[in-house]
């Protein structure tokens, strides 16, 4: 009988402390890694093209309109094979889409990843950031998205991770010549 009363008791002291950790998550207020309070953009994954796809999902529970210029992917320590081009490490996806209040937007962003890693016939995987860039009324704001590991077969995403930590930067390319420094390689 007593060791039952002693179950019931931390059955009841785990629940309210489980309440009490939920509701002062809720009555905190925005999160403070939020650029624009209400806007929360963020890596995942959902339903395009007729397949789960990593995608920039923009939700907008603001009171405000949000215009999505564009997101800027970055691929460090990346692992490729067969690949068909040499890989930027860099691309820009142009959005240039609004969003409106109490509204979402889903993006694949499988297609920029795969061109930045110089479209690997195969499989494929490195560190992967991203930066959105968007604006409010007439202000500009730029928000980085965090940082992840991604493996990759194609254009198919086999598995995906958060970072902890600083995950390798890449090192740019060299200035691409220009076309008569070209042009005359081949003459």
Not at 125 to 149: D, H, I, K, M, P
Request: charged fraction near 25%; hydrophobic fraction near 40%; include cysteine.
């Amino acid at each position: 009988m007593i060791a039952m009363h002693t179950i019931y008791l931390i059955l009841a002291g785990i629940s309210l402390v489980y309440v009490a950790l939920r509701f002062r998550s809720s009555v905190k207020g925005p999160d403070p890694t939020d650029v624009f309070p209400g806007f929360r953009p963020r890596i995942g994954f959902s339903a395009l093209d007729g397949m789960e796809s990593i995608s920039l999902l923009l939700e907008n529970q603001s009171e405000e309109d949000v215009w999505a210029e564009e997101i800027e992917i970055s691929l460090g320590d990346l692992t490729a094979n067969a690949q068909s081009a040499e890989a930027s490490c860099r691309e820009v996806l142009k959005i240039r889409q609004m969003v409106s209040a109490s509204d979402s937007l889903p993006i694949s962003l499988v297609g920029v990843i795969y061109k930045a890693a110089g479209g690997p016939q195969r499989e494929y995987s490195g560190a992967f950031s991203a930066t959105l860039r968007f604006r409010v009324g007439e202000r500009w704001l730029e928000q980085n998205l965090g940082e992840y590991r991604i493996q990759m077969i194609g254009l198919t995403a086999s598995n995906i991770r958060r970072e902890r930590k600083r995950a390798p930067q890449f090192r740019p390319h060299a200035e691409p010549p220009g076309v008569p420094a070209v042009a005359a390689k081949f003459k």
